[in-house]
């Protein structure tokens, strides 16, 4: 059974940063691309970024590009997000997502993805 649980989120200023982390379990991590998506109250949840089975291949939202990283650590079967210079905008619910299949491919819809971890809230105050 794939879990996955997110951590790191929090309260911060707006230009601030953070770094959410996310832990895989029950899966061969190495084996799925990663996603990391976001929801805000009353709002659909969007894509914000991409990594593929070993890094080689990351995509990300135009709205984060230039502030936001994703990263992994297939050794610790973790995968990564920095965020820097938020905004008040981007407060919301952060979820990583897996999906199965090493490919150079890069993968933005919710439905790519087919397992999901509970969330992490990140509020930026202006």
């Known amino acids: 059974q794939v879990q996955l649980v997110e951590s790191g989120g929090g309260s911060v200023q707006a230009g601030g940063s953070l770094r959410l982390s996310c832990a895989a379990s029950g899966l061969t991590f190495s084996g799925y691309g990663m996603g990391w998506f976001r929801q805000a109250p009353g709002k659909e949840r969007e894509f914000v970024s991409f990594?593929?089975?070993?890094?080689?291949?990351?995509y990300y939202a135009d709205s984060v590009k230039g502030r936001f990283t994703t990263s992994r650590d297939n050794a610790k079967n973790t995968v990564y997000l920095q965020m820097s210079s938020l905004k008040p905008e981007e407060t919301a619910v952060y979820y990583c997502?897996?999906?199965?299949?090493?490919?150079?491919?890069?993968?933005?819809?919710?439905?790519?993805?087919?397992?999901w971890g509970q969330g992490t809230q990140v509020t930026v105050s202006s």
């Open positions: 997502a897996a999906r199965l299949g090493r490919s150079i491919a890069y993968y933005s819809r919710v439905a790519d993805f087919g397992s």
């Open positions: 990594i593929n089975w070993n890094g080689g291949t990351t």
